[in-house]
């Protein structure tokens, strides 16, 4: 299994982790400490050499609770940093949801646009479909970012998230993007209940039905504090946990802060599946 981005084929036959690069002021796990171009340039270098195989830039916070950003302010964001990133020798995906930033981010080289609203936003769609190659990541989101956790989805979440993935997918295949572009993320957090984000990974399975590469987005989340009563920067531990976990259960690529100590349970874990798929060969070929 491959993705499609703009200027890279990336090979999903190992899980790939996705650094995150938050130049902003009010992230809910480092808001502020890499707001600067200059930082946010030295935080993309350390996650390179931490292992990071994708960089993913954001300038809006989408913690709950967290405003909307002003066009003119994500631009001066990100922009600067975006145009030395993806001379980084990797995939540099850019996290918004506003069309305008979609397209000035892909002439300045960016290979893949990750979007909380899946693409829902009016234009969006259409920035992508104009795109020859790049990559998306289209999410689930309940409600938005300021009340999305003040009023959770209802129900079994995994059915919903998987329609709602299903419709949003369909309405870019229409449009001429083709199916090896799209990746799924479920919106670990965004309008879910704690119950709802862990029946996500337990049924991780029910999405990759579908055939698209699933994209996690546990890191440092709140579910996450909720069941080991920490606060979130004392979250490594759990979120490497939960990384681990989906991509046990399928998940291709994992988004996440704590790159390095991530990189290193990943190991762990494909050097046991490697001996136990030479076993199997061993007793397949006897």
Same mark, same amino acid.
């Given at each position: 299994?491959?993705?499609?981005?703009?200027?890279?084929?990336?090979?999903?036959?190992?899980?790939?982790?996705?650094?995150?690069?938050?130049?902003?002021?009010?992230?809910?796990?480092?808001?502020?400490?890499?707001?600067?171009?200059?930082?946010?340039?030295?935080?993309?270098?350390?996650?390179?050499?931490?292992?990071?195989?994708?960089?993913?830039?954001?300038?809006?916070?989408?913690?709950?609770?967290?405003?909307?950003?002003?066009?003119?302010?994500?631009?001066?964001?990100?922009?600067?940093?975006?145009?030395?990133?993806?001379?980084?020798?990797?995939?540099?995906?850019?996290?918004?949801?506003?069309?305008?930033?979609?397209?000035?981010?892909? *002439? @300045?080289? !960016? +290979?893949?646009?990750?979007?909380?609203?899946?693409?829902? /936003?009016?234009?969006?769609?259409? =920035? $992508?479909?104009?795109?020859?190659?790049?990559?998306?990541?289209?999410?689930?989101?309940?409600?938005?970012?300021?009340?999305?956790?003040?009023?959770?989805?209802?129900?079994?979440?995994?059915?919903?998230?998987?329609?709602?993935?299903?419709?949003?997918?369909?309405?870019?295949?229409?449009?001429?993007?083709?199916?090896?572009?799209?990746?799924?993320?479920?919106?670990?957090?965004?309008?879910?209940?704690?119950?709802?984000?862990?029946?996500?990974?337990?049924?991780?399975? *029910? @999405?990759? !039905? +579908?055939?698209?590469?699933?994209?996690?987005?546990?890191? /440092?989340?709140?579910?996450?504090? =909720? $069941?080991?009563?920490?606060?979130?920067?004392?979250?490594?531990?759990?979120?490497?946990?939960?990384?681990?976990?989906?991509?046990?259960?399928?998940?291709?690529?994992?988004?996440?802060?704590?790159?390095?100590?991530?990189?290193?349970?990943?190991?762990?874990?494909?050097?046991?599946?490697?001996?136990?798929?030479?076993?199997?060969?061993?007793?397949?070929?006897?």
């Amino acid at each position: 299994m491959h993705w499609q981005t703009s200027r890279y084929l990336v090979d999903l036959s190992k899980p790939r982790v996705m650094g995150i690069v938050n130049v902003t002021p009010d992230s809910f796990s480092d808001g502020g400490q890499f707001a600067s171009t200059q930082q946010a340039l030295k935080h993309c270098e350390q996650l390179l050499l931490d292992g990071a195989d994708i960089l993913d830039i954001g300038g809006e916070s989408s913690r709950p609770g967290s405003p909307p950003v002003p066009l003119a302010d994500e631009r001066a964001r990100v922009m600067p940093v975006l145009r030395e990133a993806v001379q980084l020798g990797v995939p540099v995906s850019v996290d918004t949801y506003k069309p305008e930033i979609m397209r000035e981010a892909l *002439e @300045l080289g !960016a +290979d893949i646009v990750n979007d909380i609203w899946a693409l829902g /936003r009016p234009g969006a769609r259409e =920035a $992508v479909a104009a795109h020859a190659s790049c990559g998306v990541c289209l999410m689930h989101m309940h409600g938005e970012p300021q009340t999305m956790q003040r009023s959770p989805m209802e129900g079994d979440a995994v059915p919903q998230v998987r329609d709602f993935l299903r419709n949003a997918t369909e309405a870019l295949l229409a449009l001429g993007v083709d199916r090896s572009r799209v990746v799924w993320d479920p919106g670990i957090g965004f309008g879910k209940t704690v119950e709802q984000n862990f029946s996500l990974l337990a049924r991780q399975a *029910e @999405l990759l !039905a +579908d055939g698209y590469p699933v994209l996690a987005g546990w890191s /440092r989340k709140s579910s996450l504090g =909720a $069941v080991t009563g920490q606060p979130v920067n004392d979250r490594v531990v759990a979120s490497v946990a939960a990384a681990l976990l989906s991509v046990d259960r399928g998940a291709r690529i994992v988004r996440v802060h704590d790159v390095k100590d991530t990189v290193a349970a990943l190991k762990v874990w494909g050097a046991t599946i490697s001996v136990a798929n030479q076993v199997q060969t061993a007793k397949g070929s006897s």
